[in-house]
């Protein structure tokens, strides 16, 4: 599929829609979730990207003396050169990949959108438009539940 033939912005807002690919393992990205919406389904996620700095390595949650990550630190750090990078400007400048099946029309596609939460009637989504009818679908941030990656 040639991007260049898109001319209108709202076709250039689906980007590389040959792209995306689920993860193969849960340490490939920073978040995952599933979610139904009426009678609509979305799957999305956000890739691990490199680290600025060095290029050479994913940027990750740090890790403690023993090897465990702390899933709760503030920040990323490059697991080769040190680099760190606080947690909310990394994430932002990931890109959420998502696959839907629309509520509203039932469409199945595939976006992506920048992994960065907006307020939506006042809670903080990541949105996207369904590629057909494009109704507006947000992924609301969920509370945090044990071992989730939300
Ligand atoms: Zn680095
Ligand atoms: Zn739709």
Redesign the pocket.
């Known amino acids: 599929m040639n991007k260049n033939l898109y001319t209108s912005s709202y076709l250039d807002d689906l980007g590389d829609i040959m792209t995306i690919k689920i993860p193969d393992s849960m340490d490939e990205v920073v978040y995952w979730t599933t979610r139904k919406i009426g009678e609509g389904q979305i799957k999305a996620w956000a890739y691990r990207e490199d680290?600025p700095?060095?290029g050479?390595?994913k940027m990750g949650k740090p890790q403690g003396e023993k090897g465990n990550v702390k899933i709760r630190a503030t920040y990323y750090e490059?697991p080769?050169?040190k680099?760190t990078i606080d947690k909310k400007p990394y994430e932002d400048s990931l890109t959420a990949q998502i696959m839907y099946t629309c509520p509203k029309c039932k469409f199945k596609g595939e976006t992506e959108v920048p992994y960065k939460r907006k307020k939506y009637q006042g809670v903080d989504s990541i949105v996207f438009s369904c590629g057909k009818c494009a109704e507006k679908i947000p992924i609301t941030k969920k509370l945090k539940g044990i071992g989730e990656k939300d």
């Open positions: 680290c700095e060095c050479k390595a490059c080769l050169c680099h």
